[in-house]
């Protein structure tokens, strides 16, 4: 295999493995309210092979650009219970808040209180909440059906 088609092979594995991560991520439970998309680069094939017999030029492609991820804030539940107690947040009014709740052993609705947004746990389970944070105050976000307060929200002035 010369040069050029091992460089093809790279190529075409990496355009499979993006495509792969992209299809087989989990989805992200945000409110309707906003959309993020994610941008997949593309990647250029080789074009140069040398048909001569000698050696065969390389062509350089670029390696892909990861992309940011945005960070969401994790409280794990456990036996109906926050792991570590209960945590609070903080954000500044105007940006986006991104929480996320996962239970191994727990299905219960999480509430977030103030902004009246839930989400359905199921037991093996996570859901998110990304938002604009534009209700200032602190929020309590609780298992609704057991009343366990799992988190404080907390927006401060911008």
């Known amino acids: 295999m010369n040069s050029a088609q091992r460089i093809g092979l790279l190529v075409a594995t990496l355009v499979v493995?993006?495509?792969?991560f992209v299809v087989l991520s989990p989805g992200d439970k945000s409110?309707?309210?906003?959309?993020?998309?994610?941008?997949?680069?593309?990647?250029?094939?080789?074009?140069?092979?040398?048909?001569?017999?000698?050696?065969?030029?390389?062509?350089?492609?670029p390696a892909p650009t990861p992309q940011a991820q945005p960070q969401f804030t994790v409280i794990n539940v456990r036996g109906g219970k926050p792991v570590g107690g209960v945590r609070t947040i903080t954000v500044t009014s105007g940006?986006?808040?991104?929480?996320?709740?996962?239970?191994?052993?727990?299905?219960d609705e999480v509430h977030?209180?103030?902004?009246?947004?839930?989400?359905?746990?199921?037991?093996?389970?996570?859901v998110r909440f990304s938002f604009k944070a534009d209700a200032e105050g602190i929020w309590e976000m609780e298992?609704?059906?057991?009343?366990?307060?799992?988190?404080?929200?907390?927006?401060?002035?911008g």
């Open 17 to 20: 493995l993006v495509v792969a």
């Open 31 to 61: 409110d309707s309210t906003s959309k993020e998309t994610t941008t997949v680069p593309v990647l250029a094939q080789p074009s140069a092979t040398n048909t001569t017999g000698g050696v065969s030029p390389t062509t350089s492609v």
């Open 95 to 107: 940006d986006r808040a991104r929480i996320e709740v996962r239970s191994t052993d727990t299905s």
């Open 112 to 126: 977030l209180h103030g902004y009246d947004i839930k989400r359905d746990l199921k037991a093996g389970g996570r």
């Open 143 to 157: 298992l609704e059906g057991s009343a366990t307060l799992i988190a404080k929200l907390k927006v401060e002035p």
